[in-house]
C-alpha cells in the first residue's frame, strides 16, 4: 500500500521547499513547518548507524513519534530489538533516492524511516524479519520490500493510529471506574467494574487468574 501525496499533505501538513544549493538531493525546507512539526526524542535502546555510531536522538514528524514509540517498546516488550541492526534515518529533507529530478520522500516529512539500510539495500529482494515487518504494521506503517523497485530498509507511515483514549466507564449512568481505549479495545479495572455490578472479585496473581463471583453464583 502506498499513500498519495496529497494525502500525505493532508495529514502531515504541506511545506515550501527549495533544492539545496550544495548537497545534491538534500532540500531546504522554508517557512514554520519544521519548527512545527519535526521533534526528537531518544530511542528507548540502543541504535547504531551504518558506521557505528550511536544515536542519541531520532527525529521525526510529531504525529508519528507516538506511533514509531509504540513499534520500539513493542519490539523490547518481545525482547526482539536486536532485529534492528542500525538505524538508518527518519526526518531527512531530500528527494527520493537523493535524486533532485525525482518527487520529495516521504523522509522529508518525518514519516519514514530506514532500518538495516546496509544488509537490505535498495532494490534488493531481501526480506527484513517477519516480526520486524509485523511490529511496523501493527503501527500504521508499511514496508517498502513489497513495492515494485523493492526498498527493504525502508518503512513509511499509511495510517496514523490513534494514542490511547480516556474512557469513562459507568454502570447505570453512574461512574465508576476509568480505562483506556487501545488499538479498538477497552482495557479497563476489573475490580472496580466488578464490584459495582454487586460481584465479588478474587485475584489469584499466582495462578495468573482472577476470579470473578456474580451474586446469585454458587461460590
Ligand atoms: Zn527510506
Do not use: Y
Amino acid at each position: 500500500m502506498v499513500r498519495s501525496t496529497d494525502w500525505v499533505e493532508r495529514t502531515f501538513g504541506r511545506f515550501a521547499w527549495r533544492d539545496h544549493p550544495i548537497k545534491r538531493g538534500m532540500i531546504e525546507i522554508l517557512g514554520e513547518w519544521k519548527r512545527h512539526n519535526i521533534i526528537s526524542f531518544a530511542p528507548p535502546f540502543e541504535l547504531r548507524d551504518a558506521r557505528g555510531r550511536r544515536i542519541s536522538v531520532i527525529h521525526c514528524h510529531r504525529l508519528l513519534a507516538p506511533a514509531l514509540r509504540r513499534v520500539f517498546a513493542d519490539l523490547a516488550a518481545r525482547r526482539i530489538e536486536h532485529l534492528v541492526n542500525t538505524f538508518d534515518g527518519c526526518f531527512v529533507a531530500r528527494h527520493m533516492g537523493w535524486d533532485p529530478r525525482r518527487s520529495l520522500s516521504r523522509h522529508a516529512w518525518g514519516i519514514a524511516v530506514d532500518i538495516n539500510a546496509r544488509l537490505f539495500p535498495f532494490g534488493s529482494a531481501a526480506s527484513q524479519d517477519p516480526r520486524l515487518i509485523a511490529a511496523f504494521a501493527r503501527q500504521g506503517f508499511t514496508w517498502g520490500g513489497e513495492w515494485r523497485t523493492p526498498d527493504p530498509m525502508h518503512f513509511e507511515a499509511v495510517d496514523v493510529p490513534q494514542s490511547p483514549r480516556h474512557l469513562d466507564i459507568l454502570v447505570d449512568g453512574e461512574r465508576v471506574a476509568s480505562g483506556t481505549l487501545w488499538d479498538g479495545r477497552a482495557v479497563a479495572p476489573v475490580r472496580e467494574i466488578a464490584e459495582a455490578l454487586g460481584a465479588a472479585v478474587e485475584a489469584r496473581l499466582t495462578e495468573g487468574k482472577i476470579e470473578i463471583h456474580t451474586p446469585g453464583g454458587d461460590c
